[in-house]
């Protein structure tokens, strides 16, 4: 069964200031990973299908899907946690921010506020001590 995990994060904008910030993640069990893994890949040998049927196009769709769904499938499976979402305050203009991560981003990351539009590094806080 999938865990939700909440890990400790850094918050460093431009100028220095720093915050730290909550990132909730969900880990995947092995067998978690394998049936998102799979789901996928019948996804796109899915679309592969459908895409017979569309004249000249097929050429390029069905060899793309067929290939592509493998490639996902493989980084379905070898991803064992998928960021939720990170909650934190922004170290410039000191406002609550919701940050999202796409599936494959990891830590360090580049994102902006959303409230105040600057740039904000995501760092892991065990970085936080070495520097
Ligand atoms: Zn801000």
Request: proline share 7%.
């Amino acid at each position: 069964m999938a865990v939700t995990e909440t890990q400790v994060v850094l918050l460093r904008d431009s100028k220095g200031g720093e915050a730290e910030a909550c990132l909730q993640l969900t880990r995947f069990e092995p067998r978690e990973r394998l049936q998102r893994a799979v789901r996928m890949l019948g996804i796109c040998w899915g679309l592969a299908l459908a895409a017979v049927f569309v004249p000249i196009v097929h050429f390029i769709l069905v060899p793309g899907f067929l290939v592509a769904g493998v490639v996902m499938a493989i980084r379905r499976y070898r991803q064992p946690t998928e960021p939720n979402g990170l909650h934190g305050q922004c170290p410039g203009c000191q406002r609550a921010v919701v940050l999202r991560l796409e599936a494959g981003e990891t830590l360090p990351q580049w994102k902006y506020c959303p409230e105040c539009n600057a740039g904000l590094q995501l760092l892991p806080a065990r970085i936080q001590g070495t520097e």
